[in-house]
Protein backbone atom coordinates (compact mmCIF):
# COMPACT_ATOMS: atom_id res chain seq x y z
CA UNK A 1 0.00 0.00 0.00
CA UNK A 2 3.03 2.64 0.57
CA UNK A 3 4.69 1.41 -2.36
CA UNK A 4 1.26 2.27 -4.63
CA UNK A 5 0.80 5.50 -2.79
CA UNK A 6 4.22 6.44 -3.34
CA UNK A 7 4.31 5.74 -6.82
CA UNK A 8 0.65 7.66 -7.39
CA UNK A 9 2.53 10.94 -5.11
CA UNK A 10 6.02 10.43 -7.06
CA UNK A 11 4.32 12.49 -10.28
CA UNK A 12 3.31 15.09 -8.57
CA UNK A 13 6.60 15.83 -6.62
CA UNK A 14 8.40 16.01 -9.95
CA UNK A 15 5.62 17.99 -11.76
CA UNK A 16 6.06 20.68 -9.08
CA UNK A 17 9.74 20.43 -8.50
CA UNK A 18 10.26 20.88 -12.19
CA UNK A 19 7.97 24.09 -12.43
CA UNK A 20 10.02 25.22 -9.90
CA UNK A 21 13.75 24.81 -11.42
CA UNK A 22 11.97 25.96 -14.32
CA UNK A 23 14.17 28.90 -15.60
CA UNK A 24 11.64 31.69 -16.08
CA UNK A 25 11.13 32.98 -19.86
CA UNK A 26 12.57 36.09 -20.65
CA UNK A 27 9.77 39.04 -21.88
CA UNK A 28 10.21 41.30 -24.48
CA UNK A 29 8.45 44.59 -24.04
CA UNK A 30 7.53 46.43 -26.80
CA UNK A 31 8.04 50.07 -26.20
CA UNK A 32 6.46 52.93 -28.75
CA UNK A 33 8.03 56.27 -27.20
CA UNK A 34 8.04 60.12 -28.18
CA UNK A 35 10.64 60.82 -30.52
CA UNK A 36 11.83 63.48 -27.73
CA UNK A 37 12.54 60.99 -25.09
CA UNK A 38 15.11 58.60 -27.12
CA UNK A 39 18.62 59.04 -24.70
CA UNK A 40 16.47 58.73 -21.38
CA UNK A 41 14.68 56.21 -22.08
CA UNK A 42 17.26 54.17 -23.62
CA UNK A 43 19.11 54.65 -20.35
CA UNK A 44 16.21 53.80 -18.49
CA UNK A 45 15.58 50.70 -20.55
CA UNK A 46 19.63 49.89 -19.51
CA UNK A 47 18.88 50.50 -16.00
CA UNK A 48 15.98 48.33 -15.73
CA UNK A 49 17.43 45.60 -17.15
CA UNK A 50 20.49 45.71 -14.76
CA UNK A 51 17.75 44.52 -11.76
CA UNK A 52 15.66 42.63 -14.23
CA UNK A 53 17.39 40.52 -16.67
CA UNK A 54 14.53 38.19 -17.81
CA UNK A 55 13.38 41.73 -19.52
CA UNK A 56 14.32 42.68 -23.07
CA UNK A 57 13.02 45.81 -24.72
CA UNK A 58 11.81 46.54 -28.27
CA UNK A 59 11.73 49.99 -29.17
CA UNK A 60 10.19 52.50 -31.66
CA UNK A 61 10.61 56.32 -31.70
CA UNK A 62 8.74 58.46 -32.98
CA UNK A 63 6.11 61.33 -32.88
CA UNK A 64 3.53 60.97 -30.67
CA UNK A 65 0.97 61.32 -33.04
CA UNK A 66 2.61 58.61 -35.87
CA UNK A 67 3.11 56.28 -32.70
CA UNK A 68 -0.79 56.52 -31.37
CA UNK A 69 -1.83 56.03 -34.97
CA UNK A 70 0.44 52.58 -35.43
CA UNK A 71 -0.55 51.54 -32.22
CA UNK A 72 -4.48 52.57 -33.94
CA UNK A 73 -3.90 50.14 -36.59
CA UNK A 74 -2.49 46.95 -35.02
CA UNK A 75 1.26 47.52 -34.31
CA UNK A 76 2.66 45.32 -31.47
CA UNK A 77 3.33 47.75 -28.48
CA UNK A 78 2.81 47.14 -24.82
CA UNK A 79 3.46 50.89 -23.62
CA UNK A 80 3.13 54.26 -24.76
CA UNK A 81 4.89 57.03 -24.20
CA UNK A 82 3.47 60.12 -25.35
CA UNK A 83 4.83 64.12 -25.70
CA UNK A 84 1.64 65.29 -24.62
CA UNK A 85 -1.84 64.47 -23.31
CA UNK A 86 -3.80 64.86 -26.69
CA UNK A 87 -2.26 61.67 -27.80
CA UNK A 88 -2.68 59.49 -25.01
CA UNK A 89 -6.57 60.66 -24.90
CA UNK A 90 -6.75 59.68 -28.29
CA UNK A 91 -6.07 56.39 -27.49
CA UNK A 92 -7.30 55.98 -24.32
CA UNK A 93 -10.92 56.77 -26.27
CA UNK A 94 -10.32 54.23 -28.73
CA UNK A 95 -9.38 51.79 -26.18
CA UNK A 96 -5.96 51.28 -26.87
CA UNK A 97 -4.77 51.80 -23.49
CA UNK A 98 -5.67 50.38 -20.44
CA UNK A 99 -6.76 54.17 -18.72
CA UNK A 100 -5.71 53.13 -15.23
CA UNK A 101 -2.23 52.44 -16.02
CA UNK A 102 -2.06 56.06 -17.01
CA UNK A 103 0.63 58.55 -15.22
CA UNK A 104 2.64 61.28 -16.09
CA UNK A 105 6.41 60.01 -15.70
CA UNK A 106 8.19 63.35 -16.95
CA UNK A 107 7.75 67.07 -17.66
CA UNK A 108 9.34 69.28 -20.23
CA UNK A 109 9.91 72.72 -22.05
CA UNK A 110 10.05 74.52 -25.34
CA UNK A 111 12.84 76.53 -26.46
CA UNK A 112 13.68 77.96 -29.94
CA UNK A 113 17.49 77.42 -30.80
CA UNK A 114 19.69 79.09 -33.67
CA UNK A 115 23.35 79.60 -34.44
CA UNK A 116 24.61 81.63 -31.91
CA UNK A 117 25.16 85.12 -34.16
CA UNK A 118 21.09 84.99 -34.50
CA UNK A 119 19.94 88.78 -33.02
CA UNK A 120 16.87 86.73 -31.65
CA UNK A 121 16.27 86.75 -27.91
CA UNK A 122 12.34 86.47 -27.47
CA UNK A 123 9.51 84.88 -29.66
CA UNK A 124 8.36 88.16 -31.06
CA UNK A 125 12.10 88.33 -32.91
CA UNK A 126 11.40 85.38 -34.95
CA UNK A 127 9.26 87.56 -37.34
CA UNK A 128 12.53 88.62 -39.00
CA UNK A 129 13.42 85.44 -39.82
CA UNK A 130 13.18 83.43 -43.10
CA UNK A 131 12.91 79.48 -42.35
CA UNK A 132 12.22 78.40 -39.06
CA UNK A 133 11.13 74.15 -37.97
CA UNK A 134 8.42 73.16 -36.52
CA UNK A 135 7.16 69.70 -36.12
CA UNK A 136 4.17 69.18 -38.10
CA UNK A 137 1.30 70.29 -35.80
CA UNK A 138 -0.72 67.56 -37.23
CA UNK A 139 1.08 64.46 -35.69
CA UNK A 140 4.82 66.25 -33.32
CA UNK A 141 3.70 67.99 -29.84
CA UNK A 142 6.25 70.12 -29.90
CA UNK A 143 5.03 71.79 -33.07
CA UNK A 144 1.41 71.61 -31.71
CA UNK A 145 3.25 73.57 -28.74
CA UNK A 146 4.88 76.15 -30.48
CA UNK A 147 1.96 76.60 -32.97
CA UNK A 148 -0.27 77.23 -29.95
CA UNK A 149 2.44 79.79 -28.78
CA UNK A 150 2.54 81.66 -32.20
CA UNK A 151 -1.33 81.95 -31.98
CA UNK A 152 -1.76 83.41 -28.60
CA UNK A 153 0.86 85.46 -29.06
CA UNK A 154 -0.21 86.91 -32.38
CA UNK A 155 2.01 86.35 -34.77
CA UNK A 156 1.19 82.88 -36.52
CA UNK A 157 -0.25 84.82 -39.84
CA UNK A 158 3.30 86.78 -40.15
CA UNK A 159 5.00 83.33 -40.01
CA UNK A 160 2.44 81.21 -42.05
CA UNK A 161 4.79 80.83 -45.19
CA UNK A 162 8.14 80.86 -43.68
CA UNK A 163 7.61 77.18 -41.22
CA UNK A 164 9.60 74.08 -42.23
CA UNK A 165 7.57 71.15 -41.42
CA UNK A 166 9.66 68.60 -39.69
CA UNK A 167 8.36 64.72 -38.86
CA UNK A 168 9.49 65.27 -34.93
CA UNK A 169 11.17 67.44 -32.75
CA UNK A 170 14.96 65.58 -33.45
CA UNK A 171 14.35 66.50 -37.17
CA UNK A 172 13.94 69.96 -36.20
CA UNK A 173 16.77 70.38 -34.19
CA UNK A 174 18.86 68.76 -37.24
CA UNK A 175 17.51 71.33 -39.46
CA UNK A 176 19.14 74.47 -37.42
CA UNK A 177 22.36 72.52 -37.07
CA UNK A 178 22.97 71.90 -40.49
CA UNK A 179 21.51 75.01 -41.46
CA UNK A 180 18.72 74.65 -43.56
CA UNK A 181 16.62 76.61 -41.05
CA UNK A 182 17.61 79.81 -39.28
CA UNK A 183 15.83 78.51 -35.79
CA UNK A 184 13.92 75.46 -34.72
CA UNK A 185 11.21 75.02 -32.09
CA UNK A 186 12.51 72.60 -29.87
CA UNK A 187 12.41 70.58 -26.66
CA UNK A 188 15.00 72.13 -24.23
CA UNK A 189 15.99 68.59 -23.55
CA UNK A 190 16.79 68.09 -26.71
CA UNK A 191 18.74 71.31 -27.17
CA UNK A 192 20.92 69.88 -24.21
CA UNK A 193 21.87 66.76 -25.29
CA UNK A 194 22.29 67.47 -29.07
CA UNK A 195 22.86 71.05 -30.11
CA UNK A 196 26.52 71.19 -30.90
CA UNK A 197 26.57 74.48 -33.62
CA UNK A 198 23.38 75.86 -32.20
CA UNK A 199 22.25 77.24 -28.69
CA UNK A 200 19.32 77.91 -26.98
CA UNK A 201 18.26 81.90 -28.39
CA UNK A 202 15.05 82.04 -25.77
CA UNK A 203 12.89 79.96 -23.69
CA UNK A 204 9.30 79.97 -24.77
CA UNK A 205 7.09 81.55 -21.91
CA UNK A 206 5.13 79.13 -20.69
CA UNK A 207 1.83 81.26 -20.13
CA UNK A 208 1.46 80.76 -24.33
CA UNK A 209 1.42 77.11 -24.85
CA UNK A 210 0.33 74.05 -22.47
CA UNK A 211 2.37 72.42 -20.19
CA UNK A 212 5.03 69.70 -21.80
CA UNK A 213 3.45 66.44 -20.24
CA UNK A 214 5.02 63.05 -20.56
CA UNK A 215 2.31 60.53 -19.43
CA UNK A 216 2.67 56.80 -20.53
CA UNK A 217 0.87 53.78 -20.43
CA UNK A 218 -0.28 50.06 -21.03
CA UNK A 219 -2.09 48.69 -23.64
CA UNK A 220 -3.83 45.37 -23.45
CA UNK A 221 -1.22 43.31 -24.55
CA UNK A 222 1.17 45.07 -21.86
CA UNK A 223 -1.31 44.37 -19.21
CA UNK A 224 -0.54 41.18 -19.36
CA UNK A 225 3.18 41.09 -19.13
CA UNK A 226 4.61 41.37 -15.58
CA UNK A 227 7.74 43.10 -16.64
CA UNK A 228 5.63 45.78 -18.90
CA UNK A 229 3.60 46.29 -15.78
CA UNK A 230 6.86 46.43 -13.69
CA UNK A 231 8.76 48.83 -15.84
CA UNK A 232 6.12 51.51 -15.85
CA UNK A 233 5.99 51.47 -12.16
CA UNK A 234 9.98 51.50 -12.35
CA UNK A 235 9.86 54.77 -14.39
CA UNK A 236 7.93 56.66 -11.17
CA UNK A 237 10.49 56.05 -8.87
CA UNK A 238 12.87 58.41 -7.37
CA UNK A 239 15.73 56.30 -9.26
CA UNK A 240 14.20 56.58 -12.43
CA UNK A 241 13.45 60.42 -11.67
CA UNK A 242 17.26 60.81 -11.00
CA UNK A 243 17.68 59.48 -14.45
CA UNK A 244 15.30 61.68 -16.45
CA UNK A 245 16.99 64.80 -14.51
CA UNK A 246 20.50 63.80 -15.94
CA UNK A 247 18.53 64.23 -20.00
CA UNK A 248 16.73 67.46 -18.43
CA UNK A 249 13.17 66.51 -17.57
CA UNK A 250 11.43 67.19 -15.08
CA UNK A 251 9.03 65.93 -12.34
CA UNK A 252 6.77 68.81 -11.32
Known sequence: MIVKNVFRILPVVLAVFGLLTMPVQAEEINLFAAASMRDAVDALCDAFAEINPDATFQKNYAASGLLAKQIENGAPADMY?????????????????????????????????????????????????ERIAIGSPMSVPAGQYAMEALKKSGIDQQLHKRLVMARDVRECLMYAEMGEVEGAFVYMTDAKQMAKNTRVLFVVP??????????????????????????????????AQKIFALFGFTDK
Open 81 to 129: ISANTKWMDYLQGKKMVNAASIAVIAYNELVFVGMPELKVSELKDIVTL
Open 206 to 239: QELYSRVTYPAALTASGSAKIQAASFLDYLRTPA
